[in-house]
């Protein structure tokens, strides 16, 4: 049977087409494309027509996809940025009318449940694990274990682009500015954090384009190489590194980094800030990164795996 997901993000819209057979995933087409469905939300409070064209020409390309490898069954889904938008509706029934694909817009807590389900399933831990997933207008922080019981699930709104956006007024911002964003990000996570409690029997893993841009960052990669990154361990002193170098650049410095996707320098620092805090709350020294994410779990579901 050849399953598809579909995850119409705050950054970015991805595409995960897979053959399952005797409970084994084969992983067909894994694709991403940045359509920022998010930008100037928060303050427009809709979705812009350039970046509704944006995901409906990254759609189109999907559809055909979907019809090249007569896909069985698919399910696409909306998250934050659809959650938030005044024209979320005009955008969905837009989306379908021109390309028959119809996202379902799902909650926060859904959208946790599926990147926890993707990143964990087959995670091999006999601790808790504490599933972090830094999106475009969210981040979500689940904590659970590997029988996908969870103990926490909660949707917070911050996310790189939304962060960013805030915060990051100049090229290169300074220490102050730094600041804001960094004690904003803490209040948020606290409570969540503390309601954790012990962390020493816990195994963070980290899930988005913040994550994985940051492990390519850290190998170097010239090219994205999902085997590389999955399950990359970075460390938090690793990081602090990242972001300092990242920092010290403007938006045009920041293209030319080895490992990063042009398409998010200048989205880059508040996602790593999140992470940055999150590690430092939970007093962890590094995280494992993982290419299983929500794409993942809604694989898994359909599947009923």
């Given at each position: 049977?050849?399953?598809?997901?579909?995850?119409?993000?705050?950054?970015?819209?991805?595409?995960?087409?897979?053959e399952y057979n005797k409970s084994c995933f084969n992983?067909?087409?894994?694709?991403?494309?940045?359509?920022?469905?998010?930008?100037?939300?928060?303050?427009?409070?809709?979705?812009?027509?350039?970046?509704?064209?944006?995901?409906?020409?990254?759609?189109?390309?999907?559809?055909?996809?979907?019809?090249?490898?007569?896909?069985?069954?698919?399910?696409?889904?909306?998250?934050?940025?659809?959650?938030?938008?005044?024209?979320?509706?005009?955008?969905?029934?837009?989306?379908?009318?021109?390309?028959?694909?119809?996202?379902?817009?799902?909650?926060?807590?859904?959208?946790?449940?599926?990147?926890?389900?993707?990143?964990?399933?087959?995670?091999?831990?006999?601790?808790?694990?504490?599933?972090?997933?830094?999106?475009?207008?969210?981040?979500?922080?689940?904590?659970?274990?590997?029988?996908?019981?969870?103990?926490?699930?909660?949707?917070?709104?911050?996310?790189?682009?939304?962060?960013?956006?805030?915060?990051?007024?100049?090229?290169?911002?300074?220490?102050?500015?730094?600041?804001?964003?960094?004690?904003?990000?803490?209040?948020?996570?606290?409570?969540?954090?503390?309601?954790?409690?012990?962390?020493?029997?816990?195994?963070?893993?980290?899930?988005?384009?913040?994550?994985?841009?940051?492990?390519?960052?850290?190998?170097?990669?010239?090219?994205?190489?999902?085997?590389?990154?999955?399950?990359?361990?970075?460390?938090?002193?690793?990081?602090?590194?990242?972001?300092?170098?990242?920092?010290?650049?403007?938006?045009?410095?920041?293209?030319?980094?080895?490992?990063?996707?042009?398409?998010?320098?200048?989205?880059?620092?508040?996602?790593t800030a999140i992470i940055l805090e999150t590690m430092?709350?939970?007093?962890?020294?590094?995280?494992?990164?993982?290419?299983?994410?929500?794409?993942?779990?809604?694989?898994?579901?359909?599947?009923?795996?």
């Open positions: 049977m050849k399953i598809a997901a579909i995850d119409t993000g705050t950054n970015s819209t991805r595409l995960l087409i897979s992983t067909l087409v894994r694709e991403m494309e940045i359509t920022r469905i998010g930008r100037n939300l928060d303050t427009a409070g809709k979705i812009s027509p350039g970046s509704a064209n944006a995901a409906f020409k990254t759609l189109i390309k999907y559809k055909k996809l979907l019809e090249k490898y007569n896909i069985d069954t698919y399910r696409a889904v909306g998250t934050n940025a659809l959650r938030k938008a005044k024209n979320s509706n005009w955008f969905v029934k837009y989306i379908y009318e021109n390309t028959g694909i119809n996202i379902e817009i799902i909650t926060g807590r859904e959208e946790a449940y599926l990147s926890f389900y993707g990143a964990a399933r087959l995670l091999d831990s006999s601790k808790r694990i504490l599933v972090i997933d830094i999106g475009g207008g969210s981040t979500e922080l689940i904590l659970g274990n590997k029988k996908l019981e969870l103990e926490i699930v909660k949707s917070l709104d911050i996310g790189c682009v939304n962060l960013s956006e805030e915060f990051i007024k100049i090229d290169k911002p300074g220490h102050e500015e730094l600041e804001i964003m960094n004690y904003f990000i803490g209040n948020c996570i606290r409570e969540t954090i503390n309601s954790i409690g012990d962390t020493n029997n816990v195994d963070v893993v980290g899930v988005g384009g913040t994550l994985t841009a940051l492990a390519s960052i850290d190998l170097g990669l010239e090219k994205y190489d999902s085997s590389r990154i999955h399950h990359h361990r970075l460390t938090r002193d690793r990081i602090l590194d990242i972001f300092e170098m990242l920092c010290s650049k403007s938006i045009e410095g920041r293209k030319k980094v080895k490992g990063l996707e042009p398409g998010r320098a200048d989205i880059i620092l508040g996602g430092g709350q939970l007093e962890k020294n590094f995280i494992r990164v993982s290419e299983k994410d929500i794409l993942d779990g809604i694989i898994y579901t359909i599947a009923e795996f």
